[in-house]
């Protein structure tokens, strides 16, 4: 097992002997490191911790360190970190809390960049991007396939839509729906589909467009959100995708950004 000797590493935790640990990471009690995950050097990680294989942690990230949540008291609760995933510099990502189950969780072939933070009882998806700073508060949940640029802000508990794109500095307080392009000049405003990264991603142009058209229908058809969904239903030849954004608007709590 390449444990660097200035590591230090608590005799509970499980790491596989594939994995590399680097100098001075230090590694606590009830954390598992996977098959091939290494740590480059200056990590810390507390557990109880999960982390699976062929993962990829850049100096002086954290992992599974306490929530800054006022609530939180030390009651137990997990981090838990799929596969494949790039974790740079000074990112920190905090466990769950009682409030939000307990358990923060990361999917795979997730792009981490530096000084971004995830905060307690957040949900990432897997192949979703955070660009460097982005900030998530607690309860933010982010579906698969997710681009969040630059040094934007995600209030706590709102919902990130899968395949959505979000430009650089935005300030994201409502959910984000899925497959939408999302800029905040002054106030966040949704500007039609993703159609660059659905196109990138293999979808069918006709779905590209239903989505496009639902999306302006909702955005710039100068309907409430109600009246824009019975158009969406009238007008816009019916696909899982489509129905997936429906879904997800009647499902919100906050509110979409339109």
Request: glycine share 10%; hydrophobic share 40%; charged share 20%.
């Amino acid at each position: 097992m390449p444990i660097h000797p200035t590591a230090i590493v608590d005799p509970a935790a499980r790491i596989d002997e594939t994995a590399i640990v680097g100098p001075y990471c230090v590694i606590g009690a009830e954390v598992e490191i996977g098959a091939r995950t290494e740590l480059k050097a200056h990590v810390y990680a507390e557990g109880p911790t999960w982390i699976g294989q062929d993962n990829l942690f850049y100096p002086y990230s954290t992992v599974g360190v306490a929530s800054q949540d006022l609530k939180y008291k030390g009651e137990r609760a997990e981090t838990r970190i799929g596969n494949r995933n790039r974790i740079r510099e000074f990112v920190t990502i905090h466990r769950g809390t009682e409030g939000g189950g307990l358990v923060t969780s990361i999917g795979s072939d997730n792009q981490v960049m530096a000084y971004s933070h995830i905060a307690h009882d957040a949900n990432i998806g897997s192949h979703c991007l955070l660009g460097n700073g982005v900030t998530l508060a607690g309860h933010v949940t982010i579906g698969d396939w997710a681009v969040i640029s630059a040094f934007c802000g995600v209030h706590q508990f709102c919902r990130i839509g899968r395949h959505s794109m979000i430009g650089g500095y935005s300030v994201i307080t409502q959910d984000v729906m899925p497959f939408a392009t999302i800029v905040t000049p002054r106030e966040s405003k949704a500007f039609g589909a993703n159609a660059i990264g659905l196109e990138r991603r293999g979808f069918d142009a006709a779905i590209i467009e239903s989505l496009q058209n639902a999306l302006r229908l909702l955005t710039r058809g100068k309907l409430n959100t109600s009246q824009a969904i019975e158009k969406i239903r009238e007008e816009i030849p019916p696909c899982g995708e489509v129905e997936e954004l429906i879904a997800f608007i009647q499902s919100s709590e906050r509110g979409v950004i339109k």
